[in-house]
Each structure stands twice: as structure tokens, then as C-alpha cells.
């Protein structure tokens, strides 16, 4: 190294040029970009540095030279580019994006693949690109000011070179105007909106090539993916002579915030309203979408622009809160009527706040009238007198009022079941006079005939007689007993009158005729005694004989008298059913079926979701003024 004051004396030296360490050559090419515009010398030594082995010192030297407004430079990074494959092209672009003095190169670059200019077959068209890859933005503004119709053919060309022949443009890039609605500011990015497109695009700081010039209201040159779901700009350039105040800006976009023309981009919408547990915004847009922001309410006030991010890498839509930008009442108000249409809401207006709560959420019952003059009464949580609300129809009755009776399954009338109060006692079970109530047995109730028109007949059982009070049922009225004569017997025992109940009795021999001798011995027929004992004949040496009962013909008991009441049946007809078993069911009069008291035989109740106003609350939209 020769020798130096210092350091930074030795950098300002030509010898640091072509010093041997690479980082001592970048920092002498640092040290001179600042000073290449009024010293020929040093750029001189730049562009030799353009061939320098190293890639790094290089590139160096390029982006110096073209932020300098040399046209070696970008020249050098542009052949570069189209050589480069992969990783190496990645790099090389992003060192064209570090030149700002040649804005229209980077845009280009964005915008298509720049080796496929050389295939352009137009003449005119070549011409075109090849100038504006060389193009400063002096050079510009220099021909803007000479032509002013300049710039407007150089828009209208760039936003047509899809359609030109051998140019390979990049995959979905679209290159337009816009306006800058909110800078970057801390994590959240910045926001554009292209009028021709009635696009809303956001963007980060880094996409802008002058960031120097950014701010709100400036004109804007950006490329971007023209799909689906994209809301990103890719590269920007901030134009230096075309600004609008704020009041314009929120004039410019109000068309596009209602129309919601866009098929990519971000989603405009306003703050409808806020709430407070959970704590979050309702944001509404005109194309009938809506949205919650829970991660950012403290950036949100009613009535606030918002732009929506609907696919993010956090797998739910992402609100930005626009800062500065005001939206007029009747736009606001086309906003929230475009989205009622869309849902098919009803706007309703709050006109008076009861004291009383629902019993369950605790939420005061308030009375709103719609724009059709309706009154309609509603639980609403923080009401505001005169705010105003969103009505949905009512999912359970589709808007009818009304639904099918539950009781009756909408016949109008019920099959006679189930127990009721019985009519002739009152559901008491006893009589005025006191007597026991023979419908219901005493108990009060009743049980339906099961839709048969017909019940048992309470009084007789269903068995159609009644046992007879005279016989008890047995069909007797004097019942069989024994004989009291021969006491059950059927016979009965007398005394022998021929013996005179000893069984026997004594005669005189007729052998011996009573002396004992016969033929000169003893007798051998009384032996000897003169007399011998008989058994009686009559009753058998039994001493009594047994005759039969005339009394009861030797039945030993008298015969039954059958009841003359029942006739000897042990029953009788039943004196209420009249022998039939059943009678009319006192319930329903023989119907089988009772009107249903529900719906009073009409097989509709009132919704009762909604209370028959075929409306109910939606949501509150308290962006609208009162």
C-alpha cells in the first residue's frame, strides 16, 4: 500500500483503485460515486473497472457509474443480466434495482425477460425499448417538458407491450399509474391505487426506487402481478412532478370503493362498527363481503377507510386501516346499502330503548322501524338512539312470519291422547251432591280414546253388566242349605218299634215249647233253656232303622231360589252404556281428535324466532350518521 496520511486519504488516492484487497477498491469506488459528476477522471477509472476479474468490484463499480447517471453502467449490469442464469441473475437484478437514475430499465426488467428485446421483429418498437433501457429520469422529464403529450404515449406504449411480437413477457406482470395513498410506516406497508385499473395495491419501502420522493399523493409508475388473490407491487417509481392534495385523492378513489371493480388487488371497505367484547371492527364492503379485525382496533375509528388483504401467509384476511384518507357520508352510505342489497339485509333504525332486558342475554329490548315503516322489537347490545342496524330474514320461517305448529305437526287438531281434566265432575272426582263421580272413578281424569271416538264405559269395566245388588252376582235369591230335618244328611235313623231298639228279642222254644226236653234230652234248639234270643228282622239286630228324608227327597238340602232382580243371570245390563261396553269419549264428543289450542285448528304458530316479524338482528352499522 502506498504510503497515505491516512486511511481515508489513501481511498481518495488513484492507487486504491487497483489495490490487491477487494475491499479497498470497493471503498474507493464508495468514495468517488459522490463526486463522478464533476470529475471526469474518476469515472473514466470506474468504466476501466467495469472489467475487473472480481464480480463483486465490478458491480460495484456498475451501480456507482449508473447512480451517477452513466450510461456504461447499466449498460454493463443489463449484458449482464442477459448472460446470468439462477442465483446469479438474482443478484444481478437486484443491483439494477439500486439504480434510480435509470428508473425505466429496473420497470422493464420487472415487466419482461430483456435478452427477448433483440427478437422484436417492429421496428418502432425496438427503437422504443432500447431507448428506454438507456433513459434517465432527467432525460425524462427533459422530453416531458418539451412534449407534453410525451409522457402519455411513453404509458400507453408500456402498458401495451404484451401485445407485441418476439417480446416474452414475465407471467401475469402488469405495468400502470397510480396514486399513493398511506407511506410505509413501521410494519405496515404502503398503499397505491391505480384509477385505470380501480386497483388497490400495497407495497413495501424497499420496492421504491426513489424512496426520497415518496409520500402521499404522488404519482406513481408500478409493476405488478395481475392475478388473483395478488396484492403486491413488485417495483415502483415515484414521478417527481405529479402530486394531489388529500381531498383529491379521497374524490379520486370514491368510484372505485363502491364499485369494487378490481379482480385482484386489495378489497376496499369502510369501518362499520366496533365492538367491544371481543374487541374487534366490523368492516364492510360494497360487493357484500365483510370482515372482523381483532389484531388491530386501536388503529380503527367508524367510518374509517380500510383496505383488505383477503389471502395472507397467516391463513386469514388482514384489514389495514388507511390513515388520511376520508370518505364522504353518501359514499359511505352507497357502500353500506350496496352491501344490504348484496346480503339481502333490510336497514332498520333504532327509535326507542326500553329499560327491560331479555331474561337470558340480558340484551335491552329496542323497538326499530325500517325504511318501509315496519316496527319491529329486538335485543341489541349498546344501543344508540337513532343509530342504525341491519336486519336478516328470519332462517327459521324464511321470512313467512310464520312456521308449522310443533303441538299439531300443522293438522290443526290432535288425536285424543294423553289425560284430561274430566268434564262432568270438574276435575274434583266428586259430584255437587257428593256422590263419587262414576266417569272417572273419583280420581278427576280422564284418558283419551286413543283417536277411537270410544272409550270402555267407566261404569260397567267395558264388560257391558253390572253384578246384580239383590244376588251380589250369584243369580240366587234364596241360595241352597241344608235340610233341617235331616240336617244335610238326606236320611235319618228311627227306633226299632218291632224290637224296641234292642235288636233282639226272646221266644219260647217251639222245640221244647219251652221246657228245656226234647225227646227225652235237652233241647238241642235252645239248649236246654226253654227260651232263646232272635235277631229282630225289621231292623237287623240294629236296635233303629234308617229312612230317607222326605223333607228334601234325600238330597240333605233344599234347592236355590233363583234372584228375581236378575232373573238368576247374577247380572244385570249396565244402566249407563246400556249393555254397549263403550261410550262416547267425553273428551273429544266420539271425534278421535281435539282442535289444537297451540295454533287454535290453524296448523301455524307465529315464528317464534323472529315474533311474526319475519325479520331479525343482524348486525349494528354505526358508520351511518344518526
Known amino acids: 500500500m502506498v504510503k497515505a496520511i491516512s486511511l481515508q486519504d489513501y481511498y481518495n488516492r488513484r492507487e486504491a483503485f487497483y489495490d490487491p484487497d477487494r475491499m479497498v477498491r470497493i471503498a474507493a469506488i464508495h468514495r468517488a460515486g459522490g463526486k463522478l ?94 431507448t428506454t433501457l438507456y433513459l434517465t429520469s432527467d432525460r425524462f422529464y427533459e422530453k416531458c417538458e418539451e412534449d407534453p403529450s410525451s409522457r402519455q404515449t411513453f404509458l400507453r406504449i408500456l402498458r401495451a407491450l404484451h401485445q407485441v411480437r418476439g417480446l416474452r413477457m414475465r407471467p401475469h406482470k402488469m405495468c400502470d399509474l397510480g396514486w399513493i395513498l398511506a407511506e410505509p410506516r413501521g410494519k405496515q406497508p404502503g398503499f397505491l391505487f391505480c384509477p385505470e385499473r380501480r386497483l ?78 371481543p374487541e374487534c371492527v366490523d368492516v364492510l364492503c360494497a360487493n357484500g363481503k365483510s370482515f372482523q379485525e381483532r389484531y388491530r382496533v386501536q388503529r380503527a375509528s367508524l367510518s374509517q377507510f380500510v383496505l383488505i388483504e383477503e389471502d395472507t401467509d397467516l391463513g386469514r384476511s388482514m384489514c389495514h386501516f388507511v390513515p388520511n384518507i376520508s370518505l364522504k357520508p353518501d359514499v359511505i352510505q352507497k357502500i353500506v346499502s350496496d352491501y344490504a342489497a348484496f346480503k339481502n339485509l333490510v336497514m332498520a333504525q333504532i327509535t326507542t330503548i326500553h329499560q327491560d332486558k331479555h331474561p337470558k342475554t340480558d340484551l335491552p329490548r329496542c323497538e326499530v322501524r325500517t325504511e318501509d315503516g315496519q316496527t319491529i322489537t329486538t335485543y341489541i347490545s349498546n344501543p344508540r338512539q337513532r343509530s342504525w342496524v341491519f336486519m336478516k330474514v328470519c332462517h327459521v320461517c324464511q321470512a313467512a312470519g310464520e312456521v308449522v305448529c310443533y303441538a299439531c305437526e300443522g293438522r290443526g287438531e290432535n288425536p285424543c291422547y294423553g289425560t284430561y281434566s274430566c268434564s262432568r265432575c270438574k276435575g274434583s272426582g266428586t259430584l255437587e251432591d257428593g256422590r263419587e263421580c262414576l266417569i272417572c272413578s273419583g280420581s278427576g281424569s280422564l284418558q283419551g280414546c286413543q283417536g277411537k271416538g270410544q272409550i270402555d264405559c267407566p261404569v260397567c269395566g267395558g264388560d257391558g253388566n253390572l253384578q246384580c245388588d239383590n244376588c251380589h252376582g250369584s243369580g240366587e235369591y234364596q241360595p241352597r242349605r241344608p235340610c233341617p230335618k235331616c240336617h244335610g244328611s238326606g236320611d235319618f235313623s228311627v227306633t226299632c218299634q218291632k224290637c224296641g231298639g234292642s235288636g233282639n228279642f226272646t221266644v219260647t222254644c217251639r222245640k221244647c215249647g219251652g221246657s228245656g226236653r226234647f225227646r227225652g234230652g235237652t233241647c238241642w234248639s235252645c239248649q236246654g233253656a226253654g227260651r232263646k234270643e232272635l235277631d229282630c228282622g225289621a231292623c237287623e239286630g240294629t236296635g233303629s232303622k234308617t229312612l230317607e228324608c222326605t223333607a228334601c227327597g234325600g238330597q240333605g238340602y233344599w234347592e236355590a231360589k233363583p234372584c228375581n232382580a236378575c232373573g238368576g243371570h247374577g247380572s244385570r245390563e249396565c244402566f249407563y252404556c246400556h249393555g254397549d261396553a263403550q261410550i262416547q269419549c267425553p273428551v273429544c264428543h266420539g271425534q278421535g281428535r281435539l282442535p289444537c289450542r297451540k295454533c287454535r285448528e290453524q296448523g301455524k304458530i307465529s315464528c317464534p324466532h323472529c315474533q311474526g316479524n319475519r325479520l331479525i338482528f343482524h348486525a349494528k352499522v354505526d358508520c351511518l350518521p344518526s
Request: hydrophobic share 40%.
Open 200 to 277: 388497490f395495491l400495497k407495497f413495501e419501502e424497499e420496492t421504491v426506487l426513489n424512496r426520497e420522493l415518496m409520500g402521499t399523493g404522488r404519482q406513481v409508475l408500478f409493476v405488478s402481478q395481475g392475478k388473483s388473490g395478488y396484492g403486491d407491487t413488485d417495483c415502483l417509481y415515484v414521478f417527481e412532478d405529479k402530486a394531489i392534495r388529500l381531498a383529491e385523492l379521497s374524490q379520486l378513489i370514491e368510484g372505485a370503493v363502491t364499485e369494487c371493480a378490481g379482480e385482484f388487488g386489495l378489497l376496499p371497505g369502510v369501518v362499520a362498527s366496533k365492538r367491544e367484547s
Open 37 to 130: 459528476d464533476r470529475n471526469s477522471t474518476l469515472r473514466e477509472i470506474l468504466r476501466n473497472i467495469l472489467s475487473d476479474t472480481d464480480k463483486l468490484v465490478s458491480r460495484y463499480a456498475a451501480i456507482t457509474l449508473a447512480q451517477s447517471g452513466d450510461e456504461a453502467g447499466i449498460r454493463y449490469l443489463l449484458e449482464a443480466i442477459v448472460r446470468a442464469q439462477g442465483e446469479d441473475r438474482e443478484e444481478l437484478e437486484s443491483c439494477l434495482h439500486n439504480c434510480s437514475r435509470f428508473p425505466f430499465a429496473v420497470v422493464l426488467n420487472e415487466l419482461l425477460f430483456i435478452e427477448s428485446i433483440s427478437n422484436v421483429v417492429d421496428a418502432d418498437y425496438s427503437k422504443f425499448l432500447h
